[in-house]
């Protein structure tokens, strides 16, 4: 089945640090959700995307849908403790369901 | 606009017993997904219902899984009987279309 690669696999910043992260997919998507997940809530949506080359923001954060289709790009500026959490892209798999990457592990240290 | 909800947040229970997870999706929304995650990974699709009707049920383990949509609202899953393998977060989500999945906070299982 479809699989997601997610990199890296956690990190630890500095607090006011910028944070890039990446998605993969062995196949092609027409679509990318970017999702934060704190301990204890479920997945909470960031952005979506839907069309290749687009840039995306939400506050800080900002999220690119690569041109290859395969892949796509969230970047933190700035970042604070409360961006402290799993990250995790998600793209459309078979049929219309979504299938998620194993996740980035953020921590943010003070 | 009230979020996805669902109940309970979470459950204890030994093997071989069983155990039923609900949610309620967010108004309105036809498409209604139940995800199941592991600790340390990512969440995987059990089912996914678009109505009352099942769109894709092919990752549920059938012998001990089961859920249903009556109605095209509120949904159940249920898992009798539990193996100890199943200990997971059971997260429901919702979509208005076949795009962005806003989902629960989930239902925190473990099975002893």
């Known amino acids: 089945g479809q699989q997601l690669n997610q990199s890296p696999q956690s990190m630890f910043i500095q607090e006011g640090e910028d944070v890039s992260m990446n998605c993969t997919s062995s196949?092609?998507?027409?679509?990318w959700l970017w999702y934060k997940q704190d301990p204890g809530e479920g997945p909470v949506l960031l952005i979506a995307l839907y069309k290749a080359g687009e840039l995306t923001s939400n506050g800080r954060l900002t999220a690119q849908f690569g041109i290859t289709r395969k892949d796509s790009f969230l970047n933190i500026s700035a970042s604070i403790p409360s961006d402290v959490g799993i990250y995790f892209c998600a793209g459309p798999s078979y049929g219309q369901n979504f299938v998620f990457g194993p996740g980035t592990r953020l921590s943010v240290l003070p | 606009e009230a979020g996805v909800a669902q109940s309970p947040r979470y459950k204890i229970i030994e093997k071989r017993q069983s155990v039923a997870f609900w949610c309620n999706p967010i108004s309105g929304h036809a498409t209604l997904y139940w995800y199941q995650q592991i600790l340390g990974q990512g969440p995987k699709l059990l089912i996914q219902?678009?109505?009352?009707?099942?769109?894709?049920d092919s990752q549920l383990p059938k012998d001990r899984f089961s859920a249903e949509r009556l109605k095209g609202v509120d949904s159940t899953l249920k898992i009798q009987p539990a193996k100890l393998e199943d200990s997971a977060v059971y997260l429901c989500a919702s979509s208005p279309h076949t795009g962005e999945l806003f989902f629960g906070e989930g239902s925190r299982l473990t099975v002893l």
């Open positions: 196949s092609i998507f027409n679509t």
């Open positions: 219902f678009q109505n009352n009707g099942v769109v894709d």
